[in-house]
């Protein structure tokens, strides 16, 4: 793994004008660390060769420079002890390295590359990244600088910056003899300067975000003390470097060239000169002195009056359209609603004006002057109402009231003047040319009052409609529409309210409304949904009643009624669960396939079981559903079912025993309601699947067929249904490959072809940034997913506090065995034995086989590997915390021994690569305490804790997390409880979920239920360990330990 | 955005005396002017005086750098005459507005010749100069560098007609208050000039300083973890908005042609030519 570093780092000459450059540099730890290193050279950052390698294969990044040598040895204070450098803590997590209690710094020595055009190399070394996650990663100084260089682009975009002059007084020159200097010694500089509240914010902001690290970074070795950059003084210095580079490299045109010509701009966009032979002369300062005032008047302006100053537009009546009048008007700062028109003003007696005064401060005239004054430097028109004593307004004719209203009303109100409009101006108020579409038939419309099944659309179903040119809400004949485009006034008073037409969008809206006019054909709701986002950059559509609610219940997806809860369903659903089982079916009804994209812990999959609940109660057949989810969840999956509705029929579809007769397999889909199978043999029987024509096919953690190339995503897509959903608990929207992929299973052809997608989606979005892109793949992609997170307004008030789920799960093969052979040994011991030995006996048989469920290492002792591939639990809970820790939450994790979690601990360290703690009894105090500092820093990374359960049992508050897992089980369910409430504590505002990981068919199972039953039964019946246990019969002992059949699955 | 420009009452100020004097010898008088050769420039009620650093010519005996004292008095305008004018000009909402931004309005000849005056110079017999240099014709090279500095400073002070013609800045304010117009232009009066800020770098200079006592995450990840999303920025609406806001024509801006359209152009191609990065 190669972690990619840079930053930006001033010249050490401290000249007056002192620059700097970017630098990279990318850390490689070895496969064995060195002990000590004997030089300053940095042990882990790519020698020069090895650099340049990695920058022009991997990071494709040119590194011939013809000018100098971009190659150089940069001074780093990295944190270090026992004279090594510390791994980053992005390199940390790939190695297994201890973090020393104490460090210091030190400065050393790393090869480094300077990078040119940053904010455009950052932009593409970060994309590389993301799409190679897997070779390598950016450290987070780089990523640092990639969020700074994106937010500083706004500077440009929105243009904040300033032509400008640095006045620098140069230091007394002792004089000489002789001569008496009378003259100030001076030099003044062109420059660039950013003019913006928003950036010094914006510093501030990104202050708080930056690493040290970056502040690090020296041109040549510390004489003696660390010392580092501010942090600000950075930034800033970096910033304005920036700016000075992009205005001054850019190639302007000889057209700009000449209407600046000897003027202070020409100065700043070409300052080399100057920069090197500043202005020393009176010209010189005159300059900077005009320059200073109006600056300053720039940025004051009109800020110190008691009010501000308005303009109101009134319209023009419709016998004399060249009429309109912007009339004066002033309202109190201290109390807005105060406002007086000037007219009215000045028609007040002395006691009357004086009264005003009292709002508008004590020199109201004066200022009121002022501020008209530089008011009508802005815009020249307001003269014209001032060639009076008393100033009351102006008139404008139309085009300037257009002009007024386009643009000038925006630079007053951006230079703090109100400014206020015709209500038809305002974005509520307007009236839009569209193109209307008209359903024309009633079986557009859900059926209404029917039953489940009722009133599906097949896929084929269309929508009969007919378009219509409209304004606002009023139709407009074709001659009407034509005759608005004809006029040449921008501005047009239509049925007695003027509106603005945008000509260009309303001929293309004509073109396409004769092109389509004549069709008859009928669209698809899913064919409309993507000519509606294909157009809308030209054409705005408008719907009739029926189709605007069913478009709006699309787009808010809280609109919907409840359905009854079916009555195969035996849980309770909760009321946005009722919604969500809502959603799902009505998308179903008007054919589109949906995907439920709910938080982990909101139940989606009860949402699913109550969905089929449904369709079982229709009066027609129902075909079988076929469920496709990875092996880890299977056993859940038909635990559930048999919970929430025992009356619908499932199979898992399994394990080396499972059929392969396509006539046999036909049979038993035929027997059941719902077929269940894994994402690998999705692919390995694809044609016993395929042979089957199913009702629906739904894909549990839908990330499996996230890579479109894949034999088994292919195979999925081939599979035969009517309806098609996808689950998921990651937010899918955020990795639009995937989202693409998901999209080609559910709904093919809407998001395009791959290559397509990658050119006018992915690229735009996740390189560029473009918010246009993102903003219409969201418009398109919005009504199909139904995403709802814990924090959600409408889901916190429908649950409880706690939410408590049990997580079954199933053993490998290999656990099975041992598990077996466990039970056997037992089973002719124990009849053997009595007293304490039989007790003792008990016990290790109970220790044992909780230790086979965790995992085959636990139990065998023998240093084997532990992979998620031997344990379906440790599998399960390996998916759960990546789905936690992705959506930027934290979590527990109790196991009652030590050696799990170590194991553990070790385990998401190297493979997830996320902030792991572990405490159990042997933990000195203050590393725990060390640890619950950094797990509860709401800014650090998402992490994971896991605890030994009793040590983590009390005094610890972590109330950070909001996922609790028990790996294993206590046999007390008020010790589990106590566990349970670490994070369930004083401070603690989110909802808390609980996961309790069962094995299937085990004791653990059994355990279970027996604690279920005499949940009533108070602890000191229960004890506070397990011996309670020992009190069973030989009899019924060997009835809770012994293994059935549907534990074991196989790949 | 509407077109407007703007007067230059310095170059108005330069035409009007051309009118009475012979162009060419003006002429000379701006190199005098931009060359800072016009030392203890002096301006009073009616009278300008200055010292100008002459030229050494070893031709005619001048080894030395001579210093001339130059001198002009400008007929004044009688005080009640001015109380005429005063009037007027405080009975506009928009002569008083300029003049509180420091502008000369447009129009202000009019005023005058309601009451049958120029503001500017308007015959020779308004003048009456004196240099102490050895060339006999008027103007000097001498007199036209002070008149070119009058110029220059008319630009941004408006007030200076006034004093030139007679007035002084406090009769000039018992004036204006006599209207209530009048009342808010005399208060501008009080502003002083701003002082240059002297800078120590050309960019901002980071400083070095010892270490903070930080975490080994604080080293590593700063104190906030980066925001989630990635910021974005949009064009704006109105273009080159934050110069627009003093209007077109600053004092700082020698040209004829729009300086409000020039920085709409440059904004634009900084952002059309660099969009490689993304802006």
Known sequence: ?1051 | MAKFSRTWWGERFIEALEQFTDPARLKRGRSYAKGGKVLNYKLSTGEITATVRGSVNPYFGVYKEPRYKVSIAITPISVKQWSKVIQEIASKASFVSKLLMNEVPDRIEEVFAKTGLHLLPHSSKDFKTDCSCPDWANPCKHIAGVYYLVASELDHNPFLLFELRGLSKEALQKELAKTPLGTALSQQLETVEVEPKSVDSYFTRPIKQKTENATLKEFWTGRKRLPKAIETATPPIVHAIVVKKQGDFPPFWGRDNSFVEAMELLYNEVRTRNKSIGI
């Open chain 1, 1 to 1051: 793994m190669h972690i990619v570093h840079g930053t930006w780092i001033p010249e050490d000459r401290e000249t007056f004008i002192q620059k700097g450059a970017f630098w990279l540099w990318v850390e490689k730890l070895p496969e064995s660390l060195p002990e000590k290193q004997k030089t300053p050279k940095h042990p882990y950052a790519l020698s020069p060769k090895d650099l340049k390698e990695f920058l022009t294969k991997e990071l494709q990044i040119e590194t011939l420079d013809k000018r100098h040598d971009p190659f150089a040895i940069r001074y780093f204070f990295l944190p270090s002890h026992n004279k090594m450098p510390l791994p980053s803590p992005e390199a940390m997590r790939y190695a297994a390295f201890e973090e020393p209690e104490e460090f210091e710094l030190s400065q050393w020595e790393v090869p480094c590359f300077e990078l040119q055009n940053v904010i455009k190399k950052l932009q593409h070394i970060n994309f590389i990244c993301l799409t190679n996650p897997l070779s390598f990663q950016p450290a987070a100084d780089l990523l640092f600088w990639y969020h700074y260089t994106r937010s500083f682009r706004e500077i440009l975009i929105k243009e904040l910056y300033i032509p400008g002059l640095k006045y620098h007084a140069a230091a007394a020159r002792p004089a000489r003899k002789g001569k008496m200097k009378n003259t100030e010694e001076f030099a003044v500089y062109p420059c660039w300067e950013i003019v913006a509240e928003k950036y010094d914010e914006k510093i501030k902001k990104y202050c708080n975000h930056m690493p040290l690290v970056c502040t690090a970074g020296f041109e040549t070795p510390a004489a003696k003390q660390t010392e580092f950059h501010d942090r600000e003084g950075l930034l800033r210095h970096f910033s304005e470097c920036l700016l000075q580079e992009i205005i001054t490299e850019t190639k302007f045109t000889q057209k700009l060239d000449n209407q600046i010509k000897d003027t202070l701009v020409h100065y700043c966009a070409y300052p080399t000169n100057m920069l090197q032979a500043p202005m020393t002369n009176q010209d010189g300062l005159i300059l900077y002195k005009k320059w200073a005032s109006w600056k300053e008047k720039l940025t004051v302006a009109s800020s110190d009056a008691a009010f501000t100053l308005g303009f109101r537009l009134i319209e023009a009546r419709s016998n004399n359209v060249d009429y309109w009048v912007v009339e004066f008007m002033a309202a109190s700062k201290n109390d807005p609603s105060m406002q007086i028109s000037l007219s009215e003003y000045w028609a007040l007696g002395p006691q009357g004006k004086r009264d005003q005064e009292k709002h508008f401060g004590a020199d109201f005239q004066k200022k009121l002057l002022l501020n008209m004054g530089f008011a009508a430097r802005i815009y020249p028109k307001i003269w014209d109402g001032l060639e009076t004593q008393e100033p009351g307004g102006f008139v404008l004719n139309l085009n300037e009231a257009f002009a007024f209203l386009r643009e000038t009303s925006w630079v007053l109100e951006d230079a703090g003047y109100r400014v206020i409009v015709p209500s038809w101006w305002t974005p509520q108020g307007r009236r839009r040319a569209k193109i209307r579409l008209k359903s024309s038939q009633s079986d557009a419309k859900p059926a209404a009052g029917g039953g489940p099944g009722k009133g599906h659309m097949s896929l084929e179903s269309v929508i009969q409609y007919s378009y219509e040119l409209s304004i606002g809400d009023e139709q407009v004949s074709h001659e009407e529409w034509q005759e608005l485009v004809n006029a040449k006034a921008p501005l047009v008073l239509f049925r007695g309210q003027w509106i603005e037409l945008d000509r260009d969008k309303m001929e293309e809206m004509l073109e396409f409304w004769e092109k389509h006019e004549s069709e008859q054909q009928g669209l698809t709701f899913q064919q409309l949904l993507k000519m509606e986002a294909d157009n809308s950059e030209s054409i705005v559509f408008d719907y009739d009643d029926a189709l605007a609610g069913m478009m709006d219940k699309l787009r808010d997806k809280s609109r919907f009624e409840l359905v009854d809860e079916p009555a195969a369903f035996t849980g309770t659903l909760r009321p946005y669960q009722r919604r969500g089982v809502s959603w799902l079916d009505y998308l179903e009804q008007i054919g589109l396939n949906p995907c439920l994209a709910d938080d982990m812990g909101l139940g989606k999959t009860v949402q699913v079981i109550a969905l089929l609940a449904r369709e079982q109660e229709s009066a027609e057949a129902v075909l079988p559903t076929l469920l496709i989810a990875p092996t880890s969840v299977l056993g859940n999956w038909e635990r559930e079912v048999q919970r929430f509705a025992p009356a619908l029929k499932t199979f898992i579809h399994h394990g080396p025993k499972r059929t392969q007769d396509k006539k046999e397999f036909h049979e038993a889909c035929a027997n059941n309601n719902l077929i269940i199978t894994s994402f690998a043999l999705a692919r390995r029987d694809e044609k016993l699947l395929n042979a089957m024509k199913w009702q629906r096919i739904i894909v549990d953690e839908a990330q499996n067929i996230k890579n479109p190339d894949t034999a088994q995503t292919r195979a999925i897509g081939k599979l035969q249904a009517d309806f098609r959903l996808a689950l998921t608990g990651t937010p899918i929207e955020n990795r639009l490959m995937d989202l693409w992929s998901i999209f080609n299973f559910l709904n093919p052809g809407y998001l395009g072809k791959q290559a397509w997608f990658k050119k006018f989606f992915e690229i735009p979005i996740q390189r560029d940034n473009s918010i246009v892109q993102s903003e219409a793949l969201k418009k398109l992609v919005e009504p199909f997913i139904l995403r709802r997170v814990k924090t959600d307004k409408s889901v916190i008030a429908d649950l409880p506090d706690k939410v408590e789920h049990k997580q079954y799960c199933n053993l490998t093969k290999e656990q099975a065995s041992l598990y077996e052979a466990v039970v056997q040994e037992v089973n002719r011991e124990i009849d053997k034995t009595e007293g304490i030995q039989r007790k003792g006996l008990m016990l290790a048989t109970l220790m044992k086989l909780k230790q086979i469920c965790n995992h085959p290492v636990q139990f065998l002792q023998d240093g084997s590997a532990f992979t998620e591939e031997r344990s379906h639990k440790l599998k399960r809970l390996t998916e759960m915390v990546e789905e936690v820790t992705e959506n930027d939450e934290s979590l527990l994790v109790f196991s009652q021994f030590k050696e799990i979690g170590d194991a553990l601990q070790q385990y998401f360290r190297q493979t997830m690569h996320c902030n792991t703690y572990f405490i159990h009894g042997g933990t000195p105090r203050h590393k725990r305490e060390q640890f619950i500092e950094a797990f509860q820093d709401e800014d650090s990374e998402p992490s994971v804790f896991v605890l030994s359960l009793k040590a983590g049992g009390v005094g610890i508050t972590l109330t950070r997390a909001n996922h609790v897992f028990h790996f294993d089980r206590w046999w007390n369910p008020a010790v589990e409880e106590q566990a349970t409430d670490r994070a369930f504590r004083i401070g603690q505002k989110k909802n808390v979920f609980i996961h309790k990981f069962i094995t299937i068919g085990t004791l653990e199972e059994r355990i279970d239920a027996m604690l279920e039953e005499k949940k009533s039964l108070s602890s000191s019946i229960i004890g506070a360990d397990e011996s309670w246990l020992t009190d069973l019969d030989n009899k019924t002992f060997k009835n809770l330990i012994q293994l059935s059949k549907e534990a074991v699955l196989e790949e």
